[in-house]
């Protein structure tokens, strides 16, 4: 019914959640002066991190209901948005005066609420840290982030300050401890600008990337540590004077056990959480990359996140973006494959990757990604043998007819005639409802316990009562309607189930909202997929 009814307001609205919690949410900023970083920081004037996080929480919880998607001060982002599709920087800033249905959108979740008690075997939620993509923010998929949560899982979902945001506000840190000192610093902020850069492949493009990269990746660290002292009951000064304490999220987190945390990412998102997982990982192997390879996380071997990436370690891949991972500088890291396909790892059982359908026929992306989830990027071999003679199990790789790359963000629902008329998507609430129940099935695969799927969302008809806590049939290769399994087979790019992609809906996908990173030259960008940039210190590779 809340759905049917948001159909009917001028302003766009969420459909409700679907799991069987209610869910809270608290917005965070901590200086970083109050964390361990497990690296050094790449750029000193960002001096705080920021998230939100979602959580199950008591069904009755009272207090202010729901949180603005427009984060304050909402002229700012109106403006930022909106030179972020291209107006001019006046043109923006008169916009941003004018009353809009933005600033009435709200999130479905409630401030501040109290948590609720988990109801796991170890007493404790599961937590998932998620990363966005190129235009996104701490609230652009707060659907996404709300509805896991509704099912039992803390979602950590970031504000990256590398400019990759349309804006993003930093307070200051108080310099002392005084009352006043604390109180003017929280009001004071400054900006973090978005960043624009070519999508045309060159060694400066490759060099801005990376730049954002050490930023994201640092921020990562940064902010698996803030989790950690949260579950400890570590003091930590959150500079968001609207949130009540973080005291609550004491001895309430599995954020200890070794291969738990699951990470998450849209497009730069999911290149981003790729690349951490990867980067921490191999960091003890360092010294056998050659003198080209430029670590862009190198974790110190005393901090916890080195001993919490493992081969079991669950990664989800929404529409990932590969071309900041194709660096000539980061080839040898490339050519590892992701720590489940090691020794002792479950294969590709551990990994889920999902296409939209403009992704899915993108054809010399999709060739990428598909190498990318191999057990050996450095090859287009179709191989999942193991030197032991077994078989790796292959990842769950997906897509869903008729989506968009912003299907797996708020925008796909909020504003579906957007997408209707301009990127042919369909059916916004159940391809985000796919998505879920497959990250959903996902963790569960691994050993993480989480709420049953419900009918509703398994489309059972008439069948209001039954639920499942083994979704099997969404990660299998067939039984759901408009939802394709994808192989890892290069030779299969261009056909699935009997249909064929013409050669003229291969290039890459038209102008979107969410990510510029959409917005791409053709020119040049098949080679940068295939092989790095060559300079003349990288043609040796």
Known sequence: MTSYLSRLSPVPGFPEYTGPHKVGTIDVELPVSELDCPSPSPDESISTVQYRIFYPCQPDAKGKKNVNWLPAPQRGYI????????????????????????????????KNAPLLQPDTENKRWPVMI??????????????????????????????????????SYIRDVPSNNSITEKNAARKSKRTVDYVRLSHTPSPEVEAGRN?????????????????????????????????????????????????????????????????????????????????????????????????????????????????????????????????????????????LAIESQ???????HLKATKRLLSPN??????????????????????????SAHLSQSDFGLLFPWVTKRFLAAEEPERVMRLNVRAILQLLRAQGIAVSATSAKDMEVAGKKDVETIDDTLILGKKGVRAWNWISTNVEED?????????DSETTEPGEAVVGNELMMHTNGTSEQLSEPVQTSETAKI
């Open 377 to 402: 990027p450095s090859t287009f071999e179709y191989n999942y043998s193991k030197e032991d003679g077994g078989k790796w199990t292959e990842p769950n790789f997906f897509y869903a007819n008729s």
């Open 494 to 502: 261009c056909q699935h189930a009997g249909e064929e992609v013409e």
């Open 79 to 110: 403006s930022a948005y909106t030179k972020f599709l291209g107006a001019g920087s006046m043109l923006a800033d008169l916009i941003s005066y004018f009353p809009n249905h933005l600033s009435y959108i709200s999130i479905p979740v409630r």
């Open 211 to 351: 730049t954002q990269l050490k930023i994201r990746l640092w921020e990562l660290g940064a902010i698996h540590d803030s989790i950690l002292k949260l579950d400890l009951g570590e003091k930590l000064e959150n500079l968001n004077t609207s949130s009540t304490s973080l005291y609550p999220f004491k001895d309430i987190m599995d954020v200890h056990t070794p291969g738990k945390i699951a990470f998450a990412g849209h497009s730069f998102g999911a290149a981003t959480v790729s690349q951490f997982v990867k980067s921490t990982f191999y960091s003890p192997r360092t010294s056998e990359a050659p003198s080209s390879y430029e670590p862009l996380f190198l974790p110190s071997s005393r901090s916890a996140i080195t001993s919490q990436i493992t081969p079991q370690t669950p990664l989800i891949l929404l529409d990932i973006w590969c071309l900041p991972l194709r660096a000539a500088s980061m080839r040898w890291l490339w050519d590892h494959p992701f720590p489940c396909y090691t020794p002792s790892g479950p294969g590709g059982s551990a990994l």
């Open 358 to 364: 403009a992704f899915y026929k993108w054809s010399v």
């Open 130 to 167: 998620f990363s966005h993509g190129l235009g996104g923010s701490r609230n652009a998929y707060s659907h996404l982030a709300g509805s896991i949560a509704s099912h039992g899982v803390i979602v950590i979902a970031l504000e990256h300050r590398d400019g990759s945001t349309p804006i």
